[in-house]
């Protein structure tokens, strides 16, 4: 059922209109979510614990490959594999010491893995990133419970791997695997699969997963607003079945409410729930505009052309876009889709 034959009547779809032309942008301070700050502080007060005298060298070698890495993120790779190399060497006489390898690794693995993916020998990063979520579950045997999250986040950049190979499908699934082991516990088919459902796991702070939550979707709908047109199907395959967890955090009830809004198996939902639809789109932070620029084309796939125009809905739309917080090529992707929509009933 299209859009304009619901049950909803004019009045109905002219609040919507007019709630879309009337939105006025919550400021942006504080909406943004980063995680990094308590992961870190959490991982290395375990990680000192654990490696008791060995600490110095650990935090050392965590410098230095963390510095090969900036080194990497700056384009300078050939920068980044001399430190890497220098680190490699410098390691090698503590690889013996009970656990202080795999210590080094928490950090060492992604690092490497990333400057090859910047060199694109992408199946060597993929091999270090499940190398990297193995490597942690010896240390979550050793009651370092925060790496639970340092292995979801290994997930995330084996997706972000995936879609810059245009992988999408694939990079979806992955997406997938990383959200439900966050919400339902559920153990990804990666790696050797040990070590997933750690019995502290709830040690781990409410916010903590919500940033992660909310970063592994942003990110993800961020490079899916760039494939308009395959945005219904990639959401099934990286939100689908995404509903039937429990919100910790008033945050976590924003998520899961778009969640359920996007849900690709229930397409009617957000028609029967025009005011849910209305209150994320207009209440939600600024944090959230991908998300909402997601439900905005589903709209716009859903509705008749005609409807689309003679309704009044084409306006407020463009000019709902045009307050979101909207990479440039995001923005112009979703306009000339949602134009090439209205083009059908010319």
């Not at 760039?226 to 008033?250: K, R």
């Not at 505009?289 to 997601?294: G, I, R, S, T």
Request: aromatic letters at 10%.
């Amino acid at each position: 059922m299209s859009i304009n034959q619901s049950p909803f009547s004019s009045a109905d779809w002219a609040a919507l209109t007019t709630s879309l032309l009337t939105y006025r942008p919550h400021s942006w301070q504080g909406s943004e979510k980063n995680s990094s700050d308590s992961f870190t502080d959490i991982l290395t007060l375990l990680c000192r614990q654990k490696a008791g005298t060995h600490w110095r060298t650990v935090n050392y070698l965590w410098d230095r490959y963390d510095g090969g890495l900036k080194y990497a993120r700056q384009g300078k790779l050939n920068s980044a594999e001399q430190v890497f190399a220098e680190a490699n060497t410098t390691r090698r006489p503590f690889v013996k010491i009970a656990m202080l390898d795999q210590l080094i690794d928490v950090l060492a693995l992604p690092a490497i893995a990333y400057l090859r993916y910047k060199q694109e020998n992408y199946d060597e990063a993929e091999h270090l990133l499940i190398k990297s979520i193995d490597s942690d579950a010896e240390l979550l045997a050793e009651d370092i419970y925060i790496l639970a999250f340092h292995r979801v986040q290994q997930l995330h950049n084996l997706a972000r791997l995936l879609f810059q190979q245009g992988r999408l499908n694939e990079g979806g699934r992955m997406i997938a695997m990383a959200l439900k082991f966050l919400v339902y516990n559920q153990v990804p088919s990666v790696g050797n699969g040990k070590g997933w459902l750690d019995e502290q796991s709830h040690l781990i702070p409410s916010q903590l997963r919500y940033s992660m939550l909310w970063q592994l979707t942003s990110e993800t709908v961020g490079i899916f607003l760039m494939h308009p047109t395959e945005l219904d199907t990639l959401s099934q395959l990286a939100f689908g079945n995404m509903t039937s967890w429990d919100a910790q955090t008033p945050d976590e009830t924003q998520m899961l409410a778009w969640f359920a809004l996007i849900e690709p198996g229930n397409s009617n939902y957000w028609q029967i729930n025009l005011s849910g639809l209305v209150t994320f789109l207009t209440t939600s932070s600024p944090s959230f505009d991908q998300l909402k620029m997601a439900l905005i084309l589903r709209i716009a796939t859903a509705c008749n052309p005609s409807f689309l125009k003679s309704s009044g809905l084409q306006k407020s739309i463009d000019y709902f876009m045009s307050q979101l917080r909207l990479g440039q090529s995001q923005r112009e992707g979703c306009s000339l889709f949602i134009n090439h929509i209205l083009l059908r009933s010319q």
